[in-house]
Nanobody
């Protein structure tokens, strides 16, 4: 079994910053990609940013220039640095990992979510 544990969420004022982290642990052979998604009340879950094992990144248009995703492959950890936060960034943020387990079977895993709240 694989677990994703997120941390770093909280309450900040508009214009402030937060840094989210997500550590994957368990019977992992290799991670293909990790990313962050978010879901606001009444909204569909949407992509925020992803990063592949080779370092290629993809961002939602709404966060480009403000958020930065990075990885520490040795620690199976992904980070999301969020700057210039806006009230519309308020959501539950979920970590995602696409990986092969030790039996070489491909899986998609999700973390439990961490709340980010941005006040006006």
């Amino acid at each position: 079994q694989v677990q994703l544990v997120e941390s770093g969420g909280g309450l900040v004022q508009a214009g402030g910053s937060l840094r989210l982290s997500c550590a994957a642990s368990g019977s992992i052979f290799s991670i293909n990609a990790m990313g962050w998604y978010r879901q606001a009340p009444g909204k569909q879950r949407e992509l925020v940013a992803t990063i592949t094992s080779g370092g290629s990144t993809n961002y939602a248009d709404s966060v480009k220039g403000r958020f930065t995703i990075s990885r520490d492959n040795a620690k199976n950890t992904v980070y999301l640095q969020m700057n210039s936060l806006k009230p519309e960034d308020t959501a539950v943020y979920y970590c995602n990992a696409d990986l092969w387990d030790i039996s070489r079977v491909f899986h998609i895993y999700w973390g439990q979510g961490t709340q980010v709240s941005v006040s006006a």
